[in-house]
Each structure stands twice: as structure tokens, then as C-alpha cells.
């Protein structure tokens, strides 16, 4: 391994192996691709406004979660595929039958199709802000696939060559040799080239020891393993691998220091960039950073929490590479009245709009306060990159939010231009205008 850098609920066929954003780019949604999907029907596509994808169960116990970890992806006409966890599905309190499902849209049925059970994956590790699902479609086979983390403690591969029906399963994580957790796997797919990306980590103290390993293979061949860190060791904090129009990766990721200050970098081909630092230790699971990043015709953006002493009531910032340097950090406004703490913590994700133009939404963890114009999750939005309008997503007919508060694991992509999709975990079904699971919002 080479070091860079400086230093559901069908059963599932699991044979051998048959040969993930925050979410992509604006797509035209008549167009269709030559791959599997040419067979399939567009129907009608989701209705605009909030609707639920995944439901949580009405008589769910308290310990039922439905929608944890959930990621999206886009087909060829622009509909969403979803693959979530459902934490303790039968509310008794134990976690050995957490499972892994996928979801997506039948335009011809006009509905959600029935859940896919991939795998049971057993107890996991689903604390906040871990990431540990993502879903991709391959543009040209329009292969699915998902990564995600299991109970042994490796990376699972399924991926389905039969439009989401049934999954083959694998371990596409490189053996264990040091002890180290797995988490937060990446997905992306490249000519014939599948990527896999997670973060591993012994057990030491900050800024000692930890990597982000990236493995590709071409088919079925064997994997060919790197390993993305800086002069200080990559921290487990969810990170963001992208694909450029090469097929080549690219990785987002954070590292500490022994006295705590964190820095967030950029690797791609052999290179490493810093984009932003903080002196602000990360001693309580609250401070947790986390990024998205997006490399829409090869700019590479991405959106990030990050707690910055010299900026105490910023949490969420944007930063985009232009001739090769990467621009100040801009912070995301409070969409409430100036001075108030509308915490958004730990879940963002980002995508390009077209030309300068950005989304980012983001979770909305504070409860409605008065004097708070906006609900959750937050949106923003930009045409140049320098200045966000934010708020809530509108719903037609409305300006009030559906949601006072939420967007756990939040998704957003494009399925038009300038037309977005985002999905999200909202794990509660008091709010009688929507209901929990995992939930949808389309612009029309």
C-alpha cells in the first residue's frame, strides 16, 4: 500500500459478483442512456413539494429508526433511488437485525417501490455524523451500487445489474492488520473502474495515526490500494471522495494535531491543498466536522462544518479551486436574526447548479425560536459563490416550513437545471403535514 500525499423487503440473490452525494450534476430528465435503464418507463416523476419515501411505521417503537445513513442517486430520467438503514425493525431493543434496504421511484407505478432487503447488516455504528452508506449508478451500465458498513467491521459491496431487484454481495475492504475501525465508505464508478474509498483507525490519539484508503479495480481484477493523508494522519470524520472527467479521485478529508487544531485538505493526483484550519478542538462529539465535495466539470467545490474561533457563530462554509489555489472560506448566513445560534451541525451536502451557481443544504438542528424566520433543513443558494441566500425549501402554495427542524444524513442533487431533489432522515412522525422515515423534497 502506497502512502500520498506528504507523509426491505424482498430476499436478495447473493452468488459471486456479476461483472453515492450528495449527488451530481444537473441532468436533462427525457434523456436516456444506453445502459440498463433504457428499458424502463419514465412515467410520472415525484410529485413537488415534501413527500415521504420511506415511511416509518406508525406503531414503531420508540427504538425504531427508519432512513439512518440514507443516500441517494439519480436515473437517467432524473427520479431518486434511496438505500438507508433500518435501525431495530421490530422495536425490541436489540440491534442484530439492523438491515440495509433500497428504494426508488416507479414512475410507471407512481409510487415508491416496495424496499429491497440487501443484507442484515447487525450492529453498526450509526452515531452521528457518521456516513455510512453510499449509493451510485454507473452512467453507462447503469449498474447500482452500494457501500456500507457491517457488523464484522468490513466494507460490503452489493451492487445489482437487474434495476435495484435483487444484489450480489462482497468485502471490498483490504484486510485488517492494525486494528482499525472502518467507516465512512465512498462509492463512485468510472468507465470500468469501480472506486471505494472509507477512513480507518487504530486507536491512538489525535493527529497520530489514521488514513483514508482509496482502492480501484477495473472489472473484476484485483484492487489497486492508496493511501490519502497529509503530514498529519487522516481523522475518521466523514470526508468526500469525487471522480474528475479523467475517471481519476479526488478526496476531501480532515486531520488533527496532538493539540487538537484541525485542518481540512484536498488531494488529487499526488497533490495535497489546504483548504481551511481551525484552532477550535474537536473535544465533544457536537464539534464534529464533516464535507461534501462535488467536482461538476471539474471545479472542485465543496460545503463543510467546521468551528472556527475567529468566527464563533459560523458553522457552515463553502470554498471552491480557481487556478489552482482555493478561495476564502465563505461562510453560509443564519437564517434567523443576527446573533442567533440556528445551530445546522454535523450533515451537509452540495451541488453545482450550472456556470458559478451552488446548492448546499444542510441539517437544521434548532427548534423553532422566536424571532427565527426559517425553518429545516437549510438551503442555500448562490450564483457566484460569494454570497447565499438561505432558508427553508419552499413548499408550493406556502412560506412556511414543513419542518421546523431536521435534515439528518441530507442528500441533494439535481434533476433538472435548476431544479433540485433533496432526501433526509426525519425521525419522527409528530409532525402530522409529512410523517417520519426517510423523506423527499422536489422542486416541480
Not at 413527500?51 to 445513513?69: E, F, H, I, Q
Not at 484485483?222 to 493523508?229: G, K, L, R
Not at 498529519?232 to 493539540?259: I, K
Request: hydrophobic fraction near 40%.
Amino acid at each position: 500500500m502506497r502512502a500520498l500525499g506528504f507523509v426491505v423487503l424482498a430476499l436478495v440473490a447473493c452468488g459471486p459478483p456479476r461483472p453515492r452525494v450528495d449527488a451530481g450534476t444537473p441532468i436533462d430528465a427525457g434523456e436516456q442512456d444506453a445502459g440498463i435503464d433504457a428499458g424502463r418507463e419514465r412515467g410520472q416523476d415525484p410529485d413537488a413539494g415534501w413527500s415521504v419515501a420511506l415511511p416509518l411505521p406508525a406503531d414503531a417503537g420508540a427504538s425504531t429508526r427508519v432512513g439512518v445513513s440514507v443516500s441517494m442517486a439519480l436515473d437517467p430520467f432524473g427520479q431518486p433511488m434511496i438505500a438507508a438503514y433500518i435501525i431495530d425493525p421490530n422495536s425490541d431493543g436489540t440491534t442484530s437485525d439492523n438491515r440495509l434496504v433500497f428504494t426508488r421511484w416507479n414512475g410507471a407505478d407512481k409510487a415508491w417501490q416496495a424496499p429491497v432487503q440487501v443484507e442484515v447488516v447487525g450492529t453498526i455504528d450509526v452515531a452521528h455524523p457518521n456516513r455510512q452508506i453510499s449509493l451510485a449508478r454507473h452512467p453507462t451500465t447503469g449498474q447500482i451500487g452500494i457501500v456500507y458498513v457491517n457488523e464484522s467491521g468490513v466494507v460490503r459491496y452489493g451492487h445489482s445489474e437487474d434495476e435495484g431487484v435483487n444484489f450480489s454481495l462482497e468485502t471490498v475492504s483490504a484486510a485488517v492488520s492494525d486494528g482499525s475501525k472502518l467507516s465512512n465508505p465512498q462509492l463512485a464508478y468510472a468507465g470500468d473502474a469501480l472506486h471505494v474509498a472509507y477512513a480507518a483507525r487504530p486507536n491512538c490519539p489525535a493527529g497520530m495515526c489514521g488514513k483514508i484508503i482509496h482502492r480501484t479495480r477495473s472489472g473484476t481484477g484485483a484492487f489497486t490500494d492508496t493511501e490519502v493523508q497529509g503530514a498529519l494522519a487522516a481523522r475518521d470524520w466523514p470526508f468526500s471522495m469525487a471522480l474528475d472527467s479523467t475517471g481519476a479521485p479526488a478526496v476531501a478529508f480532515f486531520s488533527d494535531d496532538m493539540l487538537g487544531a484541525v485542518t481540512l485538505s484536498y488531494y488529487s493526483g499526488g497533490s495535497l491543498q489546504t483548504i481551511a484550519t481551525s484552532a477550535a478542538p474537536v473535544d465533544v462529539a457536537a464539534k464534529t466536522p464533516s464535507v461534501s465535495l462535488t467536482l461538476a466539470g471539474d471545479v472542485p467545490r465543496v460545503a463543510y462544518h467546521l468551528l472556527v474561533p475567529t468566527s464563533p457563530d459560523a458553522q457552515l462554509w463553502f470554498s471552491k479551486r480557481a487556478s489552482g489555489a482555493w478561495s476564502t472560506p465563505v461562510a453560509l448566513p443564519r437564517n434567523g436574526p443576527v446573533g442567533m445560534l440556528d445551530t445546522t451541525q454535523w450533515y451537509q451536502a452540495i451541488v453545482s447548479e450550472g456556470q458559478e451557481k451552488v446548492a448546499i443544504a444542510a441539517n437544521f438542528q434548532r427548534a423553532l425560536a422566536v424571532g427565527q424566520m426559517c425553518g429545516g433543513p437549510k438551503l442555500g443558494r448562490s450564483t457566484d459563490g460569494a454570497t447565499f441566500s438561505v432558508c427553508h425549501p419552499r413548499t408550493p402554495g406556502t412560506m412556511a416550513s414543513t419542518i421546523t427542524q431536521g435534515g439528518l444524513w441530507v442528500n441533494v442533487a439535481s434533476h433538472r437545471p435548476d431544479k433540485l431533489t433533496i432526501v433526509l432522515d426525519y425521525e419522527t412522525n409528530a409532525n402530522p403535514s409529512i410523517g417520519g422515515g426517510v423523506i423527499l423534497y422536489r422542486e416541480p
